[in-house]
């Protein structure tokens, strides 16, 4: 969406490197703010969420961040393996009950 | 994917034709939506309805039609006035206002 910037647009690492994927939005407002995975030909999942009372949120090796102030959050994966490939997504809700979607970033890990 | 199906998985569609695409749920969510994704592209909203028998248009709504007759069905309808209707077609519910899970997509090619 035009109020979501995503980046980087594609990011490839090595095996085992951490991932950073950065999400800035427009709305001071938003309140919700997931990350979604795609593998090719299929839908969406979400992966990790953050709502604006907490900084940051870990699950395993994925994290995400929030820096309100800034008005960005951002997705950090660290020993990433090659299933760790796929399309990742920010969608944070911007208005009313709906998410906006930034245009992805395509994650590449090699063996 | 969850409790969440789409119907056709591929669907080809003459110039000039209306075409329905199935979505069904059997999460009790209350809210459903549908997204169009074109190549390397985020995903953009294009109707959501929040209760039965009402529904909402997104930001691409000009030549698609919905309907939410059931809490379970959020059919949408492609019609011959949208103009580039080739396309991922994604649908999608949730409980709240916040998480929402995907179906696996039907992808439509006007021939």
């Known amino acids: 969406g035009e109020n979501v910037e995503q980046h980087p647009s594609t990011l490839s690492v090595q095996e085992g490197d951490s991932a950073v994927i950065k999400c800035t939005y427009s709305?001071?407002?938003?309140?919700?703010f997931p990350w979604y995975k795609q593998e090719l030909g299929k839908g969406p999942q979400l992966i990790i969420d953050?709502?604006?009372?907490?900084g940051e949120k870990k699950d395993q090796r994925i994290a995400v961040t929030l820096n309100k102030t800034a008005k960005h959050f951002s997705l950090h994966i660290t020993e990433t393996q090659p299933e760790d490939s796929a399309v990742y997504f920010c969608?944070?809700?911007?208005?009313?009950?709906?998410?906006?979607f930034g245009k992805g970033t395509m994650l590449l890990v090699s063996p | 994917d969850g409790g969440i199906t789409q119907s056709p998985k591929y669907l080809f569609r003459k110039e000039g034709q209306n075409v329905t695409l199935s979505c069904e749920q059997n999460?009790?969510?209350?809210?459903m939506y549908w997204y169009r994704q074109d190549p390397g592209q985020g995903l953009r909203l294009i109707y959501y309805?929040?209760?039965?028998?009402?529904?909402q248009k997104g930001d691409i709504a000009e030549g698609y039609s919905v309907s939410r007759e059931k809490k379970e069905s959020f059919p949408l309808t492609v019609t011959s006035a949208q103009k580039n209707p080739t396309a991922f077609y994604l649908c999608?519910?949730?409980?709240?206002?916040?998480?929402?899970?995907f179906g696996p997509g039907t992808r439509l090619t006007v021939l």
């Open positions: 999608a519910s949730s409980e709240g206002f916040d998480t929402q899970y």
């Open positions: 709305d001071s407002a938003s309140n919700y």
């Open positions: 953050i709502r604006s009372n907490v």
């Open positions: 969608a944070p809700r911007l208005k009313y009950s709906t998410l906006t």
């Open positions: 999460l009790n969510h209350d809210a």
């Open positions: 309805s929040q209760i039965v028998n009402d529904f």
